[in-house]
């Protein structure tokens, strides 16, 4: 019986991990969009700071996915 909790309670924290996740990356493309309003030297340098964040997003989503989240 409590397996199927501890189960369950691993599925639900895998589902809020993916959720924040997903908010992260939202909220990261929209500094993407903001950043277009910063003279180029600074925007390149941003966009270039989001993009990695945005990369290793992507990729811890993946990773919970793979592993039933």
């Known amino acids: ?17 993916l959720s924040e996740l997903r908010n992260v990356r939202v909220l990261l493309e929209e500094a993407r969009g903001l950043s277009r309003d910063l003279a180029y030297h600074r925007r390149a340098r941003l966009e270039a700071a989001i993009g990695e964040a945005l990369e290793e997003v992507d990729r811890q989503i993946e990773e919970l996915q793979a592993d039933g989240g």
């Open 1 to 17: 019986m409590t397996e199927g909790r501890e189960r369950r309670s691993d599925r639900q924290i895998a589902e809020s991990q």
